[in-house]
């Protein structure tokens, strides 16, 4: 079977299991089978898929990870070797790192997610929740909604939950919802962002990670200031670090903006 074929067999599957998804048309064109396929496993629904679409979908996004390429975390310096940050406490156990998140091998990746903590329905949607979840595969949603199925409520802001990472490079995927901003950052919601990244590295320490790559939380849909995020990142991680059994936090930044505040902080 060819990956287009793989494609469209995939396609097929999942407009069958919906009323209506008959009239759908499908793209002649390679790249637009594929962008369909992800805006119909985007708006799925949780729910068991069949053994076959399980094996067809693994099989597809595994070779998209290893096309992509994997980074681990040992070819990304830490910033000791990078910059001379004199007011870092930690700068062997930090590192600085541009680029998709979905190819890091760390032993989990912070995914910034919505209270539902269902991953992102909107086809396609450039947030960080939609691109991990898309690489991870349906898998990913499903063990989410049986996490909320059991919690009975939404996720507050500043808590972390923990799931497998599937498809992605990542062991595991650390879900957190950030404090969404108004007009003005409150104290309340600098607490709440700060709780994100210190529940992130407790759950990880907790589950035995030695490895977390996170995103910047907050501040793409939930606008949060970016140097102040940033700020508040940095200085909780490094107090935590000095006291921690973690090896490694990697700040994953993909916005050129971002870089250039981290690497200011560092520097």
């Known amino acids: 079977m060819t990956r287009e074929d793989r494609v469209e067999s995939l396609i097929h599957y999942l407009k069958n299991e919906k009323e209506g998804y008959e009239s759908v048309r499908e793209p002649v064109d390679y790249e637009g089978k594929r962008r369909l396929l992800r805006s119909l496993m985007n708006v799925r629904w949780p729910g068991a898929a069949s053994d076959d679409f399980i094996k067809m979908q693994d099989e597809l996004l595994s070779n998209e990870k290893e096309e992509k390429g994997i980074v681990s975390v040992e070819e990304i310096p830490v910033i000791e070797d990078m910059y001379p940050c004199a007011g870092i406490k930690n700068p062997g156990k930090i590192s600085l790192w541009q680029g998709d998140i979905t190819r890091l091998s760390a032993d989990a990746i912070v995914n910034a997610a919505n209270?539902?903590?269902?991953?992102?329905?909107?086809?396609?949607?450039?947030?960080?929740?939609?691109?991990?979840?898309?690489?991870a595969g349906i898998q990913l949603r499903n063990e989410c909604a049986q996490i909320m199925e059991e919690q009975g409520h939404e996720e507050p802001a500043g808590k972390a939950k923990i799931t497998k990472g599937y498809n992605l490079p990542a062991k595991y995927v650390l879900h957190t919802v950030g404090p969404i901003v108004g007009f003005k950052v409150t104290k309340r919601q600098e607490e709440e962002l700060r709780s994100c990244y210190l529940n992130c590295m407790k759950l990880a320490e907790k589950s035995g990670l030695k490895s977390v790559a996170f995103c910047c939380i907050s501040t793409g849909e939930f606008h949060f200031p970016n140097k102040l995020a940033a700020k508040i990142a940095v200085e909780t991680v490094d107090r935590y670090l000095s006291g921690s059994r973690l090896e490694r936090v990697i700040f994953n930044v993909f916005k050129e903006e971002d870089y250039h505040i981290y690497k200011k902080l560092f520097q």
Do not use: K, T
């Open 115 to 135: 209270s539902q903590l269902l991953g992102c329905f909107v086809p396609c949607h450039g947030c960080i929740d939609n691109a991990i979840h898309s690489a």
